[in-house]
């Protein structure tokens, strides 16, 4: 589902240049859940964005479905993006002035698409998250775990085939934190592929396999090649 073959990225500026990712190789397969883990910096972040194209990596490359991407232009990476990723991010990042609705509807803009058919989408999104009754409310009236599941609502609302979660749970306390995970897992059941950055272990356990990071490399060796290794 996704190969990243040699992948490397260095980010310049004026003073400084990171080697944020050195020599990533890194398979995930249709239908699993990984774990991702690493210290503050390691690259973590940089790794996810590069797998899900909002970031282009220095050197290597990028299969995504079977399909090697050669130096796509900006028009197709955003159109493979906006069909294949749903992303959710530590801070939710809802638009603050919007309905949840609409902050649901809003990967859907991109797409052709009836507003009543995209409002079908966005409902039955919030209902698979358990939020079909907070549809007219506006994100600083709810709490941080309704507002991820808000932002999970719009990471699945164009039916991606993989989900990529940074730090889902960061901001959210452990019960809320727990609801979220078990949203995941559900979709995952389902056969959406997850690639989940998280620092909490009893979280990492319940993955099919955990993948750490260290100095923008890759130090378990299951990350290349591995077995996949169940949850209990
Ligand atoms: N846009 C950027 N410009 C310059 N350096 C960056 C940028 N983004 C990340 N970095 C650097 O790349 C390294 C990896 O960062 P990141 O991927 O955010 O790590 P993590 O998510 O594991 O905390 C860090 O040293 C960070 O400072
Ligand atoms: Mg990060």
Not at 48 to 58: K, Y
Not at 100 to 127: Q, T
Not at 203 to 227: K, M, N
């Amino acid at each position: 589902m996704i190969k990243l073959n040699k992948v490397s990225k260095t980010y310049r500026t004026d003073k400084v240049e990171t080697l944020a990712l050195k020599d990533i190789d890194l398979h995930v397969r249709e239908g699993e859940f990984v774990a991702m883990m690493g210290p503050s910096g390691c690259g973590k972040s940089t790794l996810l964005n590069v797998i899900g194209l909002l970031d282009r990596p220095g050197q290597g490359s990028i299969e995504i479905g079977g399909a090697v991407l050669q130096r796509p232009g900006d028009r197709e990476l955003a159109r493979l993006r906006n069909e294949t990723f749903g992303f959710i991010f530590q801070s939710f990042h809802l638009v603050p002035d919007l309905r949840v609705i609409d902050n649901v509807e809003v990967p859907l803009l991109y797409r052709r698409m009836s507003g009543a058919e995209r409002r079908r989408l966005a409902r039955a999104a919030l209902e698979k998250v358990g939020l079909g009754a907070r549809m007219d409310h506006y994100p600083n009236q709810l709490s941080g775990g309704q507002q991820q599941r808000v932002a999970i609502a719009r990471a699945i609302v164009g039916q991606p085939k993989i989900l990529l979660a940074d730090e889902p749970t960061g901001n959210l306390d452990s019960k809320m934190g727990e609801e979220v995970m078990d949203i995941l897992l559900k979709l995952n059941a389902e056969g959406t592929t997850v690639v989940m950055v998280t620092h909490d272990e009893q979280e990492a356990r319940r993955t099919h396999r955990i993948v750490r990071v260290f100095d923008g490399q890759l130090v378990s060796p299951a990350g290349a090649t591995g077995e996949r290794v169940h949850a209990a």
